[in-house]
């Protein structure tokens, strides 16, 4: 199988009020999300239509942003937390750090809605401290 050479995105993306609230390193990160898509034509020629098949299982990890696209830490975090406030992408399955899994995102349209009153806001969940030996709070 040969390797995706374009990343397809509709302009109506790049026009969205969701789009244009994104800050720092959050429209970056989007975008390298939307190349880890494999998207595949479907339909009679002529009337194909593109349908990525991978969107609910993509995977971007801490270190992979740091190593490889020089995102740090400090930038990332509130990079995913954006693209999952304005509709972006959603958390299928969280990591975790006590195992070293990683977080599996999925691309959401939600973003379509945003500042529409059907717009559900979404945000990532915390984390309860009480690891190790350190107490409950």
């Known amino acids: 199988m040969k390797k995706n050479v374009y990343a397809v995105v509709e302009q109506q993306l790049f026009k969205s009020k969701a789009y244009r609230s994104l800050t720092g390193k959050a429209p970056q990160v989007l975008a390298l999300f939307l190349c880890r898509r494999q998207m595949v034509k479907y339909g009679k020629k002529g ?23 020089e995102i740090t830490n400090r930038q990332f975090t509130p990079a995913i937390d954006q693209l999952i406030k304005y509709g972006f992408i959603d958390i299928v399955t969280p990591g975790g750090e006590l195992f070293k899994s990683a977080t599996v995102y ?23 401290l009480g690891y190790g030996y350190c107490k409950k709070k």
């Open 47 to 69: 009337h194909e239509r593109w349908v990525c098949t991978n969107a609910k299982e993509l995977i971007f990890t801490y270190t992979e942003a740091n190593d490889k696209w």
């Open 106 to 128: 999925g691309l959401s349209e939600r973003w379509r809605k945003y500042n529409l009153p059907e717009f559900t806001i979404k945000t990532r969940a915390k984390r309860p």
